[in-house]
């Protein structure tokens, strides 16, 4: 079974980067291309985020890379900013997911009992409510601005996170060692950072490579109830929204944004699926 | 098989309290969203003379408390009620929803959840080579598509381009079985592609995870063929949180699947409670509510049992 | 004055000339922008057969088949094909007599008679007399009615029989429009049954019901005995509620439905590549609105009103937004096609000097105000918002676009903020309109105008029977609204609708979509 120390997690990191596959690699290149391009939209964008450059849905030229959108904004200016608005929100979401379902998952595993029948009951009535119906009750309620658009999907991702964190967690607390760590008199926090959390960080790490990109579709999907980021900032989710009916003309417009995300979605894969490998100890290549 | 009973006779306990919950937090939450069904009901023609008459026709100036167990007094009775904005029989106007919203359901689990096992096992099983990068691209990309647009692109090439499916799932009381599948084959298709990936990166992840141990090393110098290693080997391990994302998305399938029914037009329970909700016409969301949360601790128990059925330590504490 | 139409008197032939003339000289008056064929006559005979299949993006499961609860167009639409109404607007935009073959007004316009047509029979069997208009009538009156026209009834102090074929309606104050009121949608005349009106679905129109599945689909059948000759050709019909636009289109291109109604008009010039479809874009009353509320800073300002008026780019938002399927607005709600129209009033253009002139006028060197909008009032408002926003930039003017949820955007935020996004079908009236949204103490009053010259013109020419007079009156009306008045608006908005090549038609109506709701009754296929 594989340790994870952060300290040493860093180095290994390094030195393994180095003898990564091709994949993993290109997944990197992807990321951090990504970033930089949120961290330097405004530098790269040719255009500012809502300036209207010309007609609607002009051909893609040599002024405007990509065309122009429904509106006459550059479509190639909206994709740059997007990367900024779209990734911050979807990062700091799947973190706060995170954090919340792992640590309850990890506290139901570990102490279970009346703890894990609390908890697990509280997410049974929290997913019991259809994920759209709770959005709009919540944000109809508390508004729809940033901070709490990132809140009320973090909670309600939370609840999925809650579930698989459980579900592995309660198998690796049966193990034997965790039993000799708990015979031992290792406190709650201990047994679950240290020895229950490295043996399922695996999976988990997967799941966060997908409920990432769940984040980006359920923007979209909110933007279909009017609720959603403010106009007008431009975010991946609704740039396919506003466009998707073009493709049944076989207009590939909102394959661009589309495109985005997917490429998006794949890099971190990529990534996560190379750790993976490491992580499971097999010495293959 | 001990506690496997007590587990579940616990657990049904629980559910009927978290029904209970659910309903509470429901009726409580379209409560305190902006305006009643009077107002919605009336929309542009509502006036304050409307409303007030419209109110009280509805039985709406009672205190709410006394609505939500006048409410809950009727449901101990098994009976759903009528709904408030065109006065049907709730339960006569769910059943062939819910009917449909099963089979489109049990359709599209048909199609996924075989595919993306197999898919799992097999990107497991060559994992890192081309097979394994295809299958997970394809996969991803697919998941990383919202859902009306995965719709639209399935309608561009088999309905408008092929023509071999409808675009529209028209169905209803007097279509045959037959004609049914025909129908609902372009909304199964994309909820499928929808959940595919979830399942089958979860089975890969799993089954690789369980590579590096001892027994599977063991099982591997036997000489078994690799493909007998993962299957009979890592996969029985690695059920606990397959199951779990498989029930997850089984629950996602029955209640989350509003979008699609809106693209094809299918008359399931997801349009009818979104409906209800912008008419906020209570009893009915509160209907479809409790069916839908019923089916999460129905299948959330399912996995909770299977978890522990798959873990022999789970099976038998100390 | 009676305007009756004698519907037995044409003959299929004679009423086919008849229409195809009026469609010609009708033809100037429809916008036939960007290659889009105006609705013309077509020289072909009508046949009877088929089953008609319409898809429109309304319907809700808390639908209901009583009159009184008849709510967007797939009731609408339905409903038409259903039930009969006592008045008609023709495809020209003339008030014609359905039911009522003629009316008569008194001198005030404070009594109305109206003469019942002959030989008209309910689905059931029962022939229509005067006490089915009144009960009919009835049914949105009272205390206990929750009727959307209960407030548009409250002139009528009383409703007699005069016989069995006259109904005489008695009005607290004279109106002279009061017949076009009875061509509403919601005022559909229905069998009595000891007194009250039968909402069941029974009418006495083209069709006669067949099922209904709420939010789904409506189906119906022929009526064999109709009273109207060439009417209703199809011998049965369904309506579908298909809410998504790219689900309403791909319906129609796979064949699976014959029309539909709000074609996406972002991609309408895609669609009109394709020969099998015809499209129609016919100008009439809707029309979007930026309602701002007089007495609420910035806004109690002219100046900055005038400001504001001046900083949208009306031209912009008609090609971008409606892709040029609709008409310039000139901040009334008066359309070019109502014979009241103010043809003198020059039209007002997108003038960003001009804004900051009356924002200096007003005291003010710069003005940041809050914008709230959502597509639940209507499809592209968040769009418009910030296409306004671009341009009133160029003025000095910061507007903070506020997206609202789309749900409960009626209750939460229309007429409850100060300034927010709003559409109106229109009215068929110059009176109906202005009594409806401007008019001081009118419930929907959006602006909280208060006009005092305005709303003393307001009922002189309710009442006041000479058309030249009216038309004076209401072009003041009309200007003061655009100079004083606190609503934005920037375009009218054409009805554009697809159908197939396969179905034939008239002239096309102007009131409403697909052929003012009409469309299962005037409409026919060419290939049976």
Same mark, same amino acid.
């Given at each position: ?54 007609? =609607? ?17 550059? &479509?190639?200016? %909206? ?9 911050? /929100? ?9 954090? /919340? ?17 609390? +908890?697990? %009951?509280?997410?049974?009535?929290? &997913? ?21 658009? /990132? ?12 579930? +698989? ?22 406190? =709650? ?10 043996? /399922? ?55 661009? =944004? ?28 | ?12 306990? $629980? ?11 429901? $009726? ?30 509805? @039985? ?59 898919? @799992? ?8 080579? $081309? ?91 036997? @000489? ?43 008359? @399931? ?50 | ?71 967007e167009s797939f009731m609408y639409i339905f409903g038409h094909s259903l039930n009969g109404y006592l008045t008609e607007m023709d495809p020209n935009g003339n008030l014609v007599g359905e039911l009522a073959e003629s009316w008569e007004p008194s001198k005030d316009a404070k009594t109305w008679t109206f003469q019942l047509r002959k030989g008209v029979e309910f689905h059931n069997g029962k022939s229509l007399d005067a006490d089915d208009v009144i009960a009919s009538i009835n049914h949105h009156r009272g205390d206990q009615s929750k009727s959307g026209v209960k407030d548009l009834l409250k002139t009528v102090q009383d409703i007699r029989s005069d016989g069995p074929a006259r109904v005489v309606v008695s009005l607290t104050e004279g109106n002279v #429009? ?18 009250? *009106? ?86 009439? !009353? ?16 002219? #100046? ?15 090609? !971008? ?14 359309? !070019? ?45 968040? #769009?418009? *918002? ?11 003017? !910061? ?14 935020v229309w007429m409850k903020k100060p300034w927010s996004a709003n559409y109106w079908g229109g009215r068929p009236t110059a009176d109906w309109m202005f009594s409806t949204a401007y008019a001081a103490g009118a419930a929907w009053n959006e602006t909280h105008w208060k006009n005092p010259r305005f709303n003393e013109l307001l009922i002189a020419a309710r009442s006041e029977l000479a058309d030249a007079k009216r038309l004076e009156m209401y072009t003041e009306m009309q200007g003061l609204c655009r100079d004083d008045g606190g609503a934005i608006i920037p375009v009218f908005a054409n009805y554009v609708n697809a159908m197939s090549t396969k179905v034939g038609h008239n002239k096309i109506g102007s009131n409403w979509d697909l052929d003012s709701f ?11």
């Amino acid at each position: 079974m594989t340790l994870l120390q952060p300290s040493g997690f860093i180095r290994t990191g390094a030195r393994k980067f180095a003898s990564a596959p091709l994949s993993a690699k290109f997944g990197m290149a992807v990321i951090i291309l990504y970033v930089l391009t949120a961290v330097f939209a405004p530098h790269l964008a040719p255009y500012s985020e809502a300036e209207i450059v010309s007609a =609607p849905f002009d051909p893609w030229s040599a002024q405007f890379l990509l065309g122009t959108d429904n509106l006459g904004r550059d &479509m190639f200016t %909206r994709l740059v900013f997007g990367a900024r608005n779209t990734l911050g /929100i979807a990062l700091m979401t799947t973190i706060l997911a995170f954090s /919340i379902g792992c640590s309850a998952g990890l506290a139901a595993a570990t102490f279970g009992g009346w703890t894990d029948q609390l +908890l697990s %009951r509280l997410v049974d009535v929290l &997913m019991a409510i259809p994920q759209l119906i709770f959005a709009l009750l919540l944000l109809s309620i508390f508004g729809t601005s940033i901070p709490t658009l /990132i809140i009320v999907i973090a909670i309600l991702d939370s609840t999925r996170v809650f579930r +698989l964190t459980r579900a592995i967690g309660m198998n690796i607390a049966v193990l034997d060692y965790v039993e000799a760590a708990r015979l031992r008199g290792e406190g =709650p926090i201990w047994i679950m950072t240290r020895e229950i959390l490295p043996n /399922i960080a695996p999976t988990l790490i997967a799941e966060f490579g997908l409920r990432f990109c769940f984040v980006f579709l359920l923007i979209s999907g909110l933007s279909f109830l009017g609720l959603g980021i403010q106009p007008p900032t431009a975010d991946w989710g609704s740039m396919v929204r506003d466009s998707a009916t073009l493709i049944t003309y076989g207009d590939i417009t909102p394959l661009l =944004p589309a495109g985005a995300i997917a490429l998006l979605a794949v890099a971190i894969n990529l990534v996560v699926d190379w750790f993976l490998h490491w992580a499971s100890g097999l010495k293959e290549d | 098989m001990k506690p496997i009973a007590k587990i579940i006779g616990q657990r049904v306990a $629980f559910g009927a309290l978290t029904l209970w919950i659910v309903s509470l937090i429901i $009726f409580a939450g379209v409560q305190l969203l902006p305006g009643d069904i009077a107002t919605e009901l009336l929309g542009q023609s509502a006036t304050p003379e409307t409303v007030a008459a419209l109110r009280k026709s509805l @039985g709406l100036d009672v205190p709410a408390y006394l609505r939500y167990f006048d409410w809950l007094s009727s449901m101990l009775h098994g009976n759903f009620g009528t709904a408030l904005s065109n006065g049907r029989d709730i339960a006569e106007l769910i059943k062939p929803r819910l009917y449909n919203t099963l089979l489109l359901a049990a359709s599209a689990a048909a199609i996924s959840v075989p595919l993306a096992l197999v898919g @799992g096992i097999v990107a497991a099983l060559y994992r890192n080579t $081309f097979v394994d990068r295809a299958i997970n691209v394809v996969t991803l990309a697919s998941i990383s598509f919202p859902e009306f647009f995965v719709a639209y692109i399935l309608i561009l090439f088999l309905a408008v381009h092929a023509g071999i499916l409808p675009s529209l799932s028209d169905v209803d009381s007097t279509t045959s079985v037959l004609d049914r599948l025909i129908a609902m084959a372009l909304p199964a298709l994309t909820l499928a592609v929808v959940v595919m990936a979830h399942m089958l990166r979860m089975t890969r992840t799993s089954i690789i995870n369980l590579l590096g141990n001892q027994y599977i090393e063991t099982a591997r110098l036997k @000489g078994l063929p690799e493909w007998r290693v993962l299957v009979r080997h890592a996969l029985p391990n690695a059920l606990a949180p397959i199951a779990t994302v498989i029930v997850l998305n089984l629950a996602y399938l029955i209640t989350g699947v509003v979008v699609v029914e809106v693209v094809f037009v299918y008359p @399931g329970l997801g349009q009818l409670i979104v409906d209800s909700v912008q008419k906020r016409d209570i009893p009915v969301v509160q209907a479809c509510s409790l069916i839908f949360a019923a089916t999460y601790i129905l299948l959330n128990l399912t996995s909770d049992v299977l978890s522990i059925v798959m873990n022999p330590r789970l099976m038998h504490p100390k | 004055m009676v305007k009756g139409y004698d519907y037995s008197q044409l003959s299929a032939v004679s009423r086919r000339r008849f229409l195809k003339s009026a469609a010609a000289a009708g033809a100037l008056a429809v916008s036939s922008s960007s290659g889009i064929l105006p609705a013309f006559a077509q020289d072909v005979i009508p046949k009877k057969g088929g089953h008609f299949k319409i898809g429109v993006g309304s319907g809700s499961t808390s639908d209901s088949l009583d009159p009184a609860t008849y709510y967007e167009s797939f009731m609408y639409i339905f409903g038409h094909s259903l039930n009969g109404y006592l008045t008609e607007m023709d495809p020209n935009g003339n008030l014609v007599g359905e039911l009522a073959e003629s009316w008569e007004p008194s001198k005030d316009a404070k009594t109305w008679t109206f003469q019942l047509r002959k030989g008209v029979e309910f689905h059931n069997g029962k022939s229509l007399d005067a006490d089915d208009v009144i009960a009919s009538i009835n049914h949105h009156r009272g205390d206990q009615s929750k009727s959307g026209v209960k407030d548009l009834l409250k002139t009528v102090q009383d409703i007699r029989s005069d016989g069995p074929a006259r109904v005489v309606v008695s009005l607290t104050e004279g109106n002279v #429009d009061f017949p076009y009121l009875m061509e509403h949608y919601q005022l559909a005349i229905m069998p009595a049954k000891d007194g009250k *009106a039968d909402n069941s679905g029974v009418g006495c129109g083209g069709y006669v019901l067949d099922g209904i599945d709420f939010g789904v689909k409506a189906t119906a059948k022929r009526f064999s005995n109709y009273w109207k000759p060439n009417a209703a050709w199809f011998d049965s019909i369904e309506v579908l509620a298909i809410h998504d636009v790219a689900a309403r289109t791909n319906a129609l291109t796979t064949g699976q439905i014959h029309a539909m109604d709000r074609c996406d008009l972002k991609t309408v010039h895609l669609l009109q590549r394709n020969r099998g479809l015809e499209l129609t874009s016919i100008s009439g !009353t809707q029309h979007y609105v930026f309602p701002m509320f007089v007495d609420v800073a910035p806004f109690d300002n002219v #100046d900055v009103r005038l400001a504001l008026k001046y900083a949208i780019n009306r031209q912009q938002l008609l090609d !971008t937004l409606l892709s040029g399927y609709g008409q310039l607005g000139n901040d009334h709600p008066i359309a !070019t096609s109502n014979r009241f129209f103010a043809k003198n009033l020059p039209q007002r253009e997108y003038d960003p000097e001009k804004a900051k002139f009356h924002l200096k006028k007003a005291g003010h060197s710069d003005l940041k105000v809050q914008y709230h909008a959502s597509d639940a009032a209507y499809t592209g408002a968040v #769009d418009a *918002a910030v296409l306004y926003q671009q341009d009133a930039a160029k003025a000095g003017i !910061t507007i903070d676009v506020v997206r609202e949820p789309a749900d409960g955007y009626y209750d939460n935020v229309w007429m409850k903020k100060p300034w927010s996004a709003n559409y109106w079908g229109g009215r068929p009236t110059a009176d109906w309109m202005f009594s409806t949204a401007y008019a001081a103490g009118a419930a929907w009053n959006e602006t909280h105008w208060k006009n005092p010259r305005f709303n003393e013109l307001l009922i002189a020419a309710r009442s006041e029977l000479a058309d030249a007079k009216r038309l004076e009156m209401y072009t003041e009306m009309q200007g003061l609204c655009r100079d004083d008045g606190g609503a934005i608006i920037p375009v009218f908005a054409n009805y554009v609708n697809a159908m197939s090549t396969k179905v034939g038609h008239n002239k096309i109506g102007s009131n409403w979509d697909l052929d003012s709701f009409r469309c299962a009754e005037r409409w026919w296929f060419t290939d049976v």
